[in-house]
């Protein structure tokens, strides 16, 4: 079922310090702690969880948009994770990001011409005629034409600014792209649209995606594997339809009762979460999710649950299964 693999994180960490003032001892914020997870040529994987989780900052670090506390990122078979900027900068033609606020990623002080030319020129890409030819190729591919090219990121929708985003991270043939919230700042009647934009290039352009993303309903349709997060870690990962018909972390279950069932006869009883997601600053010892779980155990409050195997490539972090 799974190719060769284009991207291995193994033990990732990011931490963040928080000064807090004279005399006063560090905080240390774990927001990515211990995550491992292998992201194979060609699909759709997926990373959920509820906000705070760790999702972004996991999508950032694996593009080196910060630096990683300590582990491994191989893309490709190379190991990215100590590249030097300049290394890096070579490299992010192979990896790129498509963001949430489309508005937010584009400059509004270029013109889409100028936004789409840049990277080309950036990466020694053609001939300045080329380069416009490309843009212009790129823009059909994502539903605008030439007409758009000397507009203004401000003269577009929200739709078609996220279009002009997946246009910038296409146009230099990635071959992985994170994609982080790429359709939760839309409205409805557009998220469709851009989801099967990206579907389109996947196809298109051979990628593979690592699809950031709290809406699980969107994440079902688009995804060929799920990873959830909670509290900086990655507490379970299977197969989308496994993972849905089968969910076997308390988190994960709690998460998919809120998802409406895809067909009429599928019966879900929704699980209410009781209390907030706890400070990744003081996460409680053992498993993190224990003063939430409806299936706490004495051993849950303090030892934390290691990754064990659940079902075919299905795993799980939970004291339940050990
Ligand atoms: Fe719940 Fe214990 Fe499993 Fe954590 S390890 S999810 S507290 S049962």
């Excluded at 034409?145 to 203004?152: A, C, T, V």
């Amino acid at each position: 079922m799974y190719s060769e693999p284009l991207l291995e994180v193994k033990q990732l960490k990011k931490y963040y310090t928080i000064d807090q003032g004279w005399f006063k001892p560090r905080k240390v914020v774990k927001a990515v702690d211990d995550v491992s997870f292998t992201v194979y040529k060609g699909e759709t994987f997926a990373l959920v969880g509820e906000s705070g989780c760790g999702k972004s900052t996991t999508g950032r670090t694996i593009l080196r948009l910060h630096d990683p506390t300590s582990g491994q990122i191989v893309f490709a078979g190379r190991e990215i994770s100590g590249l030097s900027y300049s290394e890096m900068r070579r490299l992010r033609r192979k990896m790129q990001m498509v963001f949430q606020d489309p508005y937010a990623s584009l400059n509004p002080k270029k013109t889409i011409r100028q936004i789409l030319t840049e990277p080309l020129r950036v990466h020694g890409v053609a001939s300045p005629t080329e380069r416009v030819k490309q843009a212009v190729r790129i823009l059909e591919i994502v539903g605008l034409s030439e007409y758009h090219l000397d507009r203004y990121p401000h003269e577009f929708s929200g739709g078609q600014r996220q279009r002009i985003g997946i246009a910038k991270a296409v146009i230099l043939h990635p071959e992985l792209i994170v994609a982080d919230e790429p359709v939760s700042a839309l409205d409805v009647s557009i998220q469709s649209q851009v989801i099967n934009l990206l579907l389109k290039l996947q196809r298109e352009f051979s990628l593979t995606y690592v699809f950031i993303s709290h809406d699980l309903g969107v994440v079902r349709h688009i995804s060929d594997r799920v990873a959830v997060m909670y509290l900086g870690k990655v507490v379970e990962v299977a197969a989308t339809e496994e993972i849905f018909a089968s969910p076997k972390h308390p988190y994960t279950k709690a998460l998919l009762s809120a998802v409406p069932a895809a067909h009429p006869d599928e019966k879900r009883e929704r699980i209410l979460l009781t209390g907030d997601v706890p400070s990744p600053v003081n996460p409680p010892p053992g498993c993190a999710f224990h003063p939430r779980c409806p299936s706490c155990m004495e051993i849950c409050r303090t030892a934390a649950p290691p990754m064990v195997n659940a079902g075919e490539h299905h795993v799980v972090a939970c004291h339940l299964y050990n």
